[in-house]
């Protein structure tokens, strides 16, 4: 037994660079500058000057001195001329306006923050680490640490014989019963913390509807879920444990092992094996009408004998008899493995999972992640690239879809620069990175065409009501030789 290790919006680039593009980034917006040009006087202002400085001096009654009489006139200004008190007076507010101007430019250009501001933004940055590093403290705290050979379980039957894995709500250990003649199960052990315990209590009611009611209506099927040991639950020292037959591993693990040991992914006679379990796993979900909606190779559990996997971790899992909880669709699906249904809004069924079913099949076989984690947007433009073009009725429906989508079904393709490029889907009627051409890139076998024939018409078709159905899907010819259980 081992354990997912725990599931795109984005963010609006400024002039400086963050953290994570800091190799590329740069400052390189700056400020242009302006000519300054010296205003012009006004035309009433200039006609007011000239007739004050050129009417005629009142004529006075008393009687001037000779030496009044012989004192030199000052020449008359000619009458274009600006008077030089008005021509000081415009030239200074020209300077003054360019100065101005120039101060405005300087600190557009180099707006440095405040000593106030730097240690402000200090503080708070000192604050959000303290803070953190506190929860991770916590975090820590709440996981089961036992020591080697500690008993465990109703009346200690158990021995902690090892660690599995840890994920980030809860550690899983090898343990023994010793009531039992030593058999091993894996045993989940949920961190110290009343959120995840009240969280896994619901799993495990669940889990126990499943054990039932899929064994009565598709035993078959049933065979590929991972179910609860006969002792189930038990508490200890504040952690409650979860009893599973022993596992080898999570499948995300064998294929890591897989890619370092033949740098590739499994061969397809195991792939196609692997894809008969997960889809009569999915067939028998359904029959109850259970969406998983997480699937992906850290929930699928390789045997001892390496010969099947099983379906595991059911936290997510929506019983659609029930409700389609808000909160339980905000966590549906892995970025990577989420089809564009749940990216667009809208309403979604058990077809949903078919979809992160061939994605994570394409994975097993290449060793690569068919859509890398990114942004919704991006995620969709790399859904288009590989699977061709959305007809407009899918493409602008949902609650999300015209962030994504104009109402003519054109798609808006957002730049790292925060701009917006409209491409028509006209130009993703021929994929440019189809499936097939990815799997002959990293597949050489001769199984490889009927295998990606499976995963385009089955599994990674855009529109769910045009997807298979895991009944369906294991009538392929690909799938049609399999038949283990």
């Known amino acids: 037994m081992s354990e997912d290790s725990a599931p795109s919006a984005k963010r609006r680039k400024t002039n400086f660079s963050d953290a994570r593009s800091a190799s590329t980034g740069s400052l390189n917006k700056g400020v242009r500058s302006t000519a300054i040009t010296e205003p012009a006087l006004p035309e009433d202002l200039r006609l007011g000057c000239f007739e004050i400085l050129e009417a005629p001096a009142p004529k006075k009654k008393e009687r001037r001195s000779e030496a009044a009489k012989e004192k030199p006139k000052p020449p008359a200004s000619p009458p274009d ?6 021509a000081e007076e415009v030239t200074q507010e020209a300077g003054s306006a360019a100065s101005a101007a120039a101060k405005a430019a300087a600190s557009k250009q180099s707006s440095k923050p405040t000593a106030a501001e730097l240690a402000a933004k200090a503080a708070a940055a000192a604050t959000k680490l303290a803070k953190e590093k506190e929860q991770n403290q916590r975090r820590e705290r709440e996981y089961f640490k036992p020591y080697i050979g500690e008993p465990c379980g109703p009346g200690n039957r158990f021995l902690v014989e090892g660690p599995l894995g840890r994920g980030s709500f809860s550690s899983v250990y090898r343990c023994s019963d010793s009531k039992g003649g030593g058999k091993e199960y894996a045993v989940k052990f949920i961190r110290d913390n009343p959120g995840l315990r009240k969280a896994t209590e619901v799993e495990v009611k669940l889990m126990r509807r499943i054990r039932t009611r899929a064994v009565e209506k598709d035993s078959e099927g049933a065979a590929f879920l991972l179910g609860l040991a006969n002792l189930e639950t038990f508490l200890h020292n504040g952690h409650l444990a979860l009893v599973f037959h022993l596992q080898r591993y999570d499948m995300r693990s064998a294929l890591k092992r897989q890619v370092q040991e033949k740098n590739s992914g499994f061969p397809l006679k195991d792939v ?3 894809a008969g379990n997960v889809l009569l796993a999915l067939r028998a979900l359904w029959a109850i009408r259970i969406i998983h909606t997480d699937i992906k190779p850290d929930n699928l559990l390789l045997s001892l004998d390496k ?3 099983k379906l595991s971790d059911f936290g997510c899992a929506i019983d659609t008899q029930e409700s389609m909880q808000a909160a339980h669709i905000r966590r549906a699906y892995a970025s990577s493995y989420r089809p564009p249904e749940i990216i667009l809004g809208q309403s979604f069924s058990t077809r949903a999972d078919m979809w992160s079913a061939g994605a994570t099949l394409f994975e097993l076989a290449s060793g690569h992640v068919l859509f890398p984690e990114a942004a919704n947007n991006a995620m969709l433009l790399d859904i288009l690239r590989t699977c061709g073009a959305f007809k407009k009725q899918f493409a602008v429906s949902g609650k999300h879809a015209l962030k994504h989508f104009t109402t003519q079904g054109a798609f808006r393709r957002r730049t790292k620069s925060g701009s917006e490029q409209q491409l028509s889907m006209s130009q993703f009627t ?17 199984l490889l065409e009927p295998f990606a024939d499976l995963l385009t018409q089955a599994c990674l078709v855009p529109d769910p009501a045009k997807r298979s159905s895991a009944e369906a899907a294991l009538r392929h010819p690909f799938l049609k030789m399999r038949r283990s259980g």
């Not at 001329?81 to 008005?86: I, T, V």
């Not at 021929?430 to 001769?446: C, E, F, G, H, Y």
């Open 430 to 446: 021929a994929p440019s990175q189809p499936v097939p051409t990815r799997l002959r890139n990293v597949v050489q076998d001769v």
């Open 307 to 309: 010969d099947s996997v």
């Open 81 to 86: 001329a600006m008077p030089k008190a008005a």
């Open 272 to 274: 196609q094996r692997y």
